[in-house]
C-alpha cells in the first residue's frame, strides 16, 4: 500500500544526530538513524514508471529535499513533480478597461530634494511605471493604450499583449496588473541584491539547497 502524500509536512528522511548525540532527535536505527524532515513541502514527486505492484510512488518533498533528490538520482532521471499551489493573492481579471502598469526607464518623477540648492531629489522607483489601460482585444491579443484612449471608438493602441501571457495570474516581463503585483515588483527589487550578497556569506547547504531549488523549480538555474 502507498502511502498518500501528506501536503503539510515533507516526507523525506533526512540523517539525524545518530544514537549517541545528547539532545538532538534520533532517529530510527533500521532506517539509518534518520528522521522525518519537518519542512513544509512544496512540491509531489512521483515516479515515472509503476513499480512491480502497479503502483506509482509519490511523496511530497521541500525545497531542500527536492534539490537533493535531483542532485541523487542526476539529471537524466525526471520524477513527475507537481508543484503544490501556494496560496496567491487573487489578480484582478484583464479585460477591457483593465488598469495595467508598464515599467518604462525614462519615465523618472523626483522626490523633492533635501536641499533645497539641489534640483533634483531622488528618483522614485514606483514612478517608472506607467499606468495604462485595456481599450480594445483581438482574438489573441489585449490591446493597450493611454487613459485618454479609454472608450474612443477607434483608440490609438500602443501596445498589443498577447492574452497567454496572463494566464494563471502572470503577466508580461515589465508589465504589472495590480498595485499589489508592483508592491510585490517593488519588494523584489529592494531585496534582490541583499539576498545575493547573503548567499555568498551563506556556507548552510539546507539553505543554498532550498535557494537553488526555488530557482531551478523557475527554470532560473540548472
Ligand atoms: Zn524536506
Known amino acids: 500500500m502507498l502511502t498518500p502524500p501528506d501536503k503539510e509536512r ?20 533500521k532506517n539509518g538513524y534518520r528522521v522525518r524532515c519537518e519542512n513544509k513541502p512544496t512540491v509531489i514527486v512521483s ?30 532521471y525526471a520524477p513527475v513533480t ?34 533645497p ?13 506607467e499606468p495604462m489601460f485595456v481599450v480594445g482585444e483581438t482574438r489573441v491579443s489585449w490591446l493597450v493604450g493611454y487613459e485618454r484612449q479609454m472608450g474612443k471608438r477607434e483608440p490609438h493602441v500602443s501596445y498589443k499583449l498577447p492574452k497567454a501571457a496572463f494566464r494563471n495570474g502572470e503577466c508580461p516581463r515589465d508589465w504589472a496588473r495590480s498595485e499589489e503585483h508592483l508592491s510585490e515588483l517593488a519588494w523584489a527589487r529592494e531585496h534582490c541584491s541583499k539576498l545575493s550578497d547573503a548567499v555568498l556569506r551563506c556556507h548552510d547547504p539546507r539553505v543554498l539547497r532550498a535557494v537553488w531549488a526555488a530557482l531551478a523549480e523557475r527554470g532560473l538555474i540548472k
Open 47 to 76: 515516479e515515472r514508471v509503476p513499480g512491480p505492484d502497479g503502483l506509482r510512488g509519490s511523496m511530497s518533498l521541500c525545497p531542500g529535499c527536492h534539490a537533493e533528490l535531483l542532485q541523487q538520482l542526476g539529471p537524466n
Open 10 to 29: 515533507c516526507q523525506a528522511d533526512v540523517p539525524g544526530n545518530g544514537p549517541f548525540t545528547l539532545g538532538g532527535k534520533i532517529g530510527n536505527p
Open 117 to 129: 540648492k539641489d534640483l533634483w531629489g531622488k528618483i522614485i522607483w514606483r514612478e517608472h511605471w
Open 82 to 115: 507537481v508543484a503544490l499551489k501556494e496560496e496567491e493573492p487573487a489578480q484582478p481579471a484583464i479585460g477591457i478597461g483593465a488598469k495595467l502598469w508598464r515599467f518604462d526607464e525614462n519615465r523618472r518623477r523626483y522626490t523633492k530634494p533635501e536641499n
